[in-house]
């Protein structure tokens, strides 16, 4: 058994791995195509290709890997805003660094580092805010991206900005919502995902009702997962069981992190900073309507897309990567034509190469010899 | 991003500002505890117990053997170096780290 001395509990995954097979091999008797489940967070997809589960699985389940990794949906047209803002000479440009690789239109904000322009990698919003406190003749600008998880964060950091009357900080806002997302996924009529393994760390600020319509409307089983290895293992039983049992309802495997009503403050700034925006592009995805956020009204003084110029413009996807198809589950990371050869995590082509939980730069790092083979 | 990082609150820095002094696996910094806070206790009663944090913010109490498992968990995944060089390098213009 080659991987279950990784396992902190290798009896525990022995177990998870029998019953996981004998439901599949179940479900397998009643259809004719694999059990293809979703995991919609990235940090599920680093840990599944991390501890090679996969291999360990049946042939009948296949893993779809999900949009959830937020710099892998930032479409080009953002970095190159991102990149314009940073070229005045008056703006220090902000963001986590995962941010600084992806290659957008006119290259990356890592190339446009190198070409001269301000740009620092910060740990967290309030970084970004103390820059601006200690650098007062210059314009701090945050780009500001992440789900759920990290959008709260930021609207704390403008709330703090406002109370101390800080006026040379804003904001690039980029963050996305997953629950319009999955809804627009769901809606593709060839969407052939059988189940879901939830976002922990996004039910942990939203709670686990936002997903209720997955079972009710779609009929899909939604197990809000850990990010061990072990929890991703008993959250994909827990969605085989659904199956079999021919059930469809949002269960939280991570109840220790994710309580049933997520995070009353973190939800309260949220509705206080931000609105949705009416169209939202996503890499790979295209435009899903209220799927972005941007600040209200009353927090203009923050945003940055109001206080500089700038041409909102789309920008086609490469052509010869086929994220789209990846992200939708379609087609696995090495199926696509770009993988391993003109797309690598060291010149990335596609964002689902650049981070760590994208899934091309997990399965490249994890599989990548093998795959390209 | 998505993982965060089990912290121990060692200290409240400013109650009035809601920040907190943290040690994340032997690197000390400051995070804003609003999502934490007990809503009928003084924020003292936080110095001691571990949370996770996303980009500066305690989103999460957890257990010691939470916060224990998942330290183990992002020293595996090889996460916990980068989200600590990360927080140590923040705001320089020189060597550039990922952040998760």
Same mark, same amino acid.
């Given at each position: 058994m ?5 396992f902190?509990d290798?009896?525990?995954a022995?177990?998870?791995?029998t019953e996981?097979?004998?439901t599949?091999?179940a479900? &397998?008797r /009643?259809?004719? %195509?694999?059990i293809? +489940? #979703?995991?919609?967070?990235? *940090? ?6 991390r501890?090679?589960l ?9 893993f779809?890997?999900g949009?959830?990794c937020p710099?892998?949906?930032?479409p080009?047209g953002?970095i190159?805003? &991102?990149? /314009?803002?940073a %070229?005045?000479p008056? +703006? #220090?440009l902000?963001?986590? *660094?995962?941010?600084l690789r992806v290659?957008?239109a006119q290259?990356?904000?890592?190339q ?7 740009i620092?990698?910060?740990?967290s ?5 103390e820059?601006?406190?200690k650098?007062?003749?210059r314009?701090?600008?945050f780009?500001?991206?992440g789900?759920e998880?990290?959008?709260?964060s ?6 703090r900005a ?5 006026k040379?900080f804003s904001l690039?806002?980029q963050?996305?919502?997953i ?9 593709q009529p060839?969407f052939?995902?059988?189940g879901f393994?939830?976002p ?8 686990t009702?936002p997903y209720d319509?997955v079972a009710?409307t779609?009929n899909r089983?939604?197990v809000?997962a ?13 969605v085989l069981?659904?199956l079999?049992s ?6 939280n495997?991570y109840a220790?992190?994710?309580?049933p009503?997520?995070?009353?403050a973190?939800?309260a700034?949220?509705r206080q ?5 009416a ?7 295209g435009?899903i309507a209220?799927s ?6 009353a927090w203009s ?8 110029p700038?041409t909102p413009?789309?920008v ?6 086929r994220c789209?198809?990846v992200?939708?589950g379609r087609?696995?990371?090495a ?9 690598t995590p ?5 964002a689902?190469?650049?981070?760590s939980?994208g ?8 599989e ?6 | 991003m ?10 409240i820095?400013d109650?009035?500002?809601m ?6 696996h032997g690197v000390?910094r ?8 007990p ?5 003292e009663?936080?110095i ?10 305690a ?9 224990r ?6 020293a595996e ?7 600590l060089?990360a927080m ?6 020189g ?5 998760q």
């Amino acid at each position: 058994m080659r991987f279950s001395e990784e396992f902190r509990d290798p009896a525990l995954a022995e177990k998870l791995f029998t019953e996981i097979a004998r439901t599949a091999e179940a479900l &397998a008797r /009643t259809r004719t %195509r694999p059990i293809t +489940v #979703m995991e919609v967070c990235g *940090g599920h997809t680093h840990t599944i290709f991390r501890y090679g589960l996969k291999d360990r699985l049946p042939d009948t389940i296949e893993f779809a890997h999900g949009p959830g990794c937020p710099v892998c949906v930032l479409p080009m047209g953002r970095i190159d805003d &991102a990149i /314009t803002l940073a %070229r005045r000479p008056e +703006v #220090m440009l902000t963001t986590f *660094g995962d941010a600084l690789r992806v290659p957008g239109a006119q290259g990356s904000l890592l190339q446009a580092r190198a070409a001269g322009a301000d740009i620092r990698m910060v740990y967290s919003p309030l970084d970004a805010l103390e820059l601006a406190r200690k650098n007062p003749d210059r314009e701090v600008v945050f780009f500001a991206l992440g789900f759920e998880t990290t959008a709260p964060s930021t609207a704390l950091t403008v709330l703090r900005a406002a109370r101390e009357g800080i006026k040379n900080f804003s904001l690039l806002c980029q963050h996305i919502l997953i629950v319009p997302t999955l809804r627009a996924l769901l809606e593709q009529p060839d969407f052939a995902v059988d189940g879901f393994i939830g976002p922990g760390h996004v039910a942990m600020v939203t709670g686990t009702r936002p997903y209720d319509f997955v079972a009710t409307t779609y009929n899909r089983p939604f197990v809000v997962a850990g990010f061990e290895p072990l929890d991703i293992l008993q959250s994909l039983l827990m969605v085989l069981r659904q199956l079999e049992s021919g059930q469809a309802k949002v269960e939280n495997q991570y109840a220790r992190v994710v309580p049933p009503n997520g995070n009353p403050a973190a939800l309260a700034a949220m509705r206080q900073v931000y609105e949705t925006r009416a169209d939202n592009a996503w890499r790979g995805l295209g435009n899903i309507a209220s799927s972005g956020l941007q600040l209200r009204a009353a927090w203009s003084a923050f945003d940055a897309e109001r206080r500089f110029p700038l041409t909102p413009h789309n920008v086609p996807d490469p052509a010869s990567a086929r994220c789209g198809a990846v992200l939708t589950g379609r087609i696995r990371p090495a199926e696509c034509p770009a993988f391993g050869r003109e797309c690598t995590p060291d010149a990335p082509l596609g964002a689902l190469m650049v981070s760590s939980e994208g899934a091309c730069a997990a399965c490249y790092d994890y599989e990548g010899a093998r795959q390209v083979a | 991003m998505c993982l965060g990082i089990p912290a121990r609150i060692t200290g409240i820095a400013d109650a009035a500002a809601m920040l907190a002094d943290v040690d994340v696996h032997g690197v000390r910094r400051q995070v804003d505890v609003l999502c934490v806070a007990p809503t009928d206790a003084p924020l003292e009663d936080l110095i001691g117990s571990w949370v996770l944090v996303h980009v500066g913010f305690a989103m999460s109490r957890i257990s010691e053997t939470e916060a224990r498992a998942t330290l183990a968990l992002l020293a595996e995944m090889g996460e916990l170096h980068e989200e600590l060089s990360a927080m140590q390098s923040t705001g320089e213009t020189g060597a550039l780290h990922a952040v998760q």
